[in-house]
Each structure stands twice: as structure tokens, then as C-alpha cells.
């Protein structure tokens, strides 16, 4: 998904869209590593480029390399603090790498920004249930569902969602195994 970070009419911010269009090209092909050694090139040119780093840390993301993930996610923040799918990318990668916490605020911190917003939600109810607290993953799940979410995630939300909901009757019941 392509994302933007402030007013597409700002003169910097559109010479930094340029500046990774090819790059982006390249991962919308699932060339990740085509991907990052182009935006490493972008990076040298201009290291003050948030898309670049966001870009980058989709890019390894994507080939599982997530401590690298985090810290190119960090980086495109520092320079955009506002950039959203940043932030929900970075939850994402903190998630994966058992750092819940840290996720479930970073989801949270994009919540604030932009309440409601689908991508935030699910990350946040991935972390949640991840974290150990189901009942907080079904209502955030739940909302990310009303907010109309793409068909392939929507399924796998529900699929979440019922597992979640199996786990919690199993617990009730006095079953704690899986």
C-alpha cells in the first residue's frame, strides 16, 4: 500500500515520493532486494527522506529481517512523527519480534493520530492478543472489522477472532490447555 506522509503539495515531501518511486516499483513487484539496495542508493543521496526508511523497513519486513525492520521504521518516524503507516508498520515488527508492549503502545500512539484508522486497529488487536489479553483483542478486533477492512484481512481477523473466543470458553470451562 502506498502512504504518504504530509501535504502532497509541499515541494520536499513530493521530491522525496520521487525520489523512491522506483523502489517502490520494485517491492510492488516483490523485488524486496532490488527494493532495498535502491533505496540504500536514495538513503546516500538524501538520508533526511522518511519514505526512503519507511520503504526500507517494509522492504525488511517482507524478508524477515526485523530488528533492522524496527530501526528503519524508528528512523522514518524521527524524521515524520506523524507518519502513520510507519508507526503501524513499526507495531507490527515489534509484535513479531515479542516485543508487546512496545507494540501495543505504538498502535495505540497511531490511534491518537488517527482514531478509527483499520491498520492501527488490527495491529494493535494482533498485539493485544499476543500480549495475553484476549478480551482487549476482541473489541479491538471487532472495531477494526466495522471499519471495513480489505476481504483477505477481514478473514483473517475472524479467523483471530474465533480463536480468541474458542481460548476464552476453553479458560471459563476450566480448560487451560490447548
Request: glycine content about 6%; charged content about 30%; hydrophobic content about 40%.
Amino acid at each position: 500500500m502506498l502512504k504518504r506522509v504530509a501535504d502532497p503539495s509541499a515541494s520536499t515531501d513530493a521530491d522525496h515520493w520521487d525520489a523512491v518511486e522506483e523502489a517502490v516499483e520494485l517491492l510492488l513487484e516483490g523485488n524486496h532486494y532490488g527494493a532495498l539496495s535502491a533505496l540504500r542508493d536514495v538513503i546516500k543521496r538524501d538520508p533526511r527522506n522518511p519514505y526512503a526508511y519507511y520503504y526500507t523497513g517494509t522492504a525488511l519486513f517482507e524478508v524477515g529481517r526485523f530488528d533492522e525492520c524496527i530501526a528503519a521504521y524508528r528512523a522514518a518516524l524521527k524524521l515524520a512523527p506523524g507518519y502513520l503507516a510507519a508507526r503501524t508498520g513499526l507495531s507490527q515488527a515489534l509484535r513479531i519480534e515479542g516485543n508487546y508492549r512496545e507494540a501495543i503502545t505504538e498502535a495505540r500512539r497511531a490511534l491518537d493520530q488517527s482514531p478509527g484508522d483499520s491498520d492501527a486497529l488490527f495491529a494493535l488487536g494482533l498485539a493485544q492478543a499476543s500480549a495475553g489479553e484476549p478480551r482487549a483483542a476482541i473489541r479491538t478486533l471487532e472495531a477494526f472489522l466495522e471499519s471495513g477492512p480489505e476481504f483477505e484481512i477481514a478473514v483473517e481477523a475472524q479467523a483471530m477472532l474465533r480463536r480468541l473466543r474458542d481460548e476464552l470458553a476453553r479458560n471459563d470451562n476450566g480448560d487451560d490447555t490447548d
